[in-house]
């Protein structure tokens, strides 16, 4: 079964289409990126002004680009939130027309629930198919805009265990990125400058937020705060300083969600497999923390990360992917209607 997804709750429109939940045919992603840098964060304006002008472009690329036709694709997915109101607009619209035109079911989806799924994924010229994840599954999912703690008990079947009290962890990335002046998307920019740095120069707050209450729960706005006063400590910065508060705030942050998906671990030892997911499980400092946590444990559970790194930021084929194993879970929704609704 061909899906094609389309997503656009961001600066990112993006089409793909995926086979069976798993292979990525094609995943096109056009940004518009560059037009927010100057701002230091997405301009939702901006952003919906560019999806209206590339989505449809994109859509004939992606179909061409995978030697597809209209009757190759079997149903529509779309992102319907979380998301900018007026980027999800555009995508959703889009969708909601094509379906009807080309007379194909069409599948509400939400953008966390496709995070998730983007741990299913392998492109489409891979040679020994990856095996399928097995559920449950303990999932950290951490981007610019969200930042959960999910026990994905079986397909579609959610619990999320915690999220962020203030800052997602991307967004730390990306405020911590504007105060040592590296620019906009923080993430990518911090972690090279961590590269050159000591991750103890500076020990910066770990807010893991013991009380029962909040115990699942992040909370990022401090150390970002932290970071602030302790820049203000500088008259001016060596570029080994830069380097320094980079790798210490990105060591903070990992420990921080390493830490909290132990604890859920701890307390959910039924679990098969520990995955990381969105924007921020791009980062490999997290993705090393982890695994030798769980060496540390002597514990040989599987753990994954995506495979593609354009699976972990915004894409549309983990929109594609999230649909088709809706179609088991029975939440597999058909002309949904203008509201936007989401599935978890
Ligand atoms: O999933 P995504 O594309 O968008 C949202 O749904 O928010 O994630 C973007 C976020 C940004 O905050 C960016 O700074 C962060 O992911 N990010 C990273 C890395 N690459 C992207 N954060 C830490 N390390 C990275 N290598
Ligand atoms: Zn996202």
Known sequence: MNILGIESSC????????????????????S??????????????IAAREHVKVIIPLVKKSLEDANLVWNDVDAIAVTVG????????IGYSTAHVLAEVFQKP????????????????YPVDMQEIPSQPELPCLVLTVSGGHNELVLLNDDHDFTVLGETIDDAAGEAFDKVSRILGLGFPGG????????????????????LLKGKEHRYDFSFS????AVLYKVKEFEELS????????????????DVMVKKLMRAFDDNPHVKEIHLAGGVSANQRLRELLVSELQKRNLTIACRHPLNIRYCTDNAA???????????????????????????
Not at 13 to 28: E, H, Q
Not at 222 to 225: F, M, R, S, V
């Open 106 to 121: 069409l599948i509400a989806v939400n953008h966390i629930a496709g995070h998730i799924y983007s741990n299913w994924l």
């Open 32 to 45: 518009s990126l560059k037009q927010h840098q100057d701002f230091g964060g997405v301009v939702p304006e």
């Open 239 to 254: 570029e080994q300083d830069v380097c320094d508060i980079a790798a210490s705030f990105q060591e903070a942050v990992c």
């Open 11 to 30: 600066d990112e429109t993006a089409i793909a289409v995926v086979k069976d939940g798993r292979k990525v045919l094609v995943n096109t992603i056009a």
């Open 222 to 225: 401090g150390l970002k705060t």
């Open 82 to 89: 979380p998301g900018l109101v007026g980027s999800l607009i």
């Open 188 to 207: 990518p920019a911090i972690s090279k400058k961590a590269e050159q740095g000591n991750p103890d120069a500076f020990d910066f707050p770990r807010a």
């Open 318 to 344: 983990m929109i594609a992917g999230a649909a088709y194993f809706m179609k088991d879970a029975g939440v597999f929704k058909v002309n949904p209607g203008l509201g936007l609704e989401s599935s978890m």
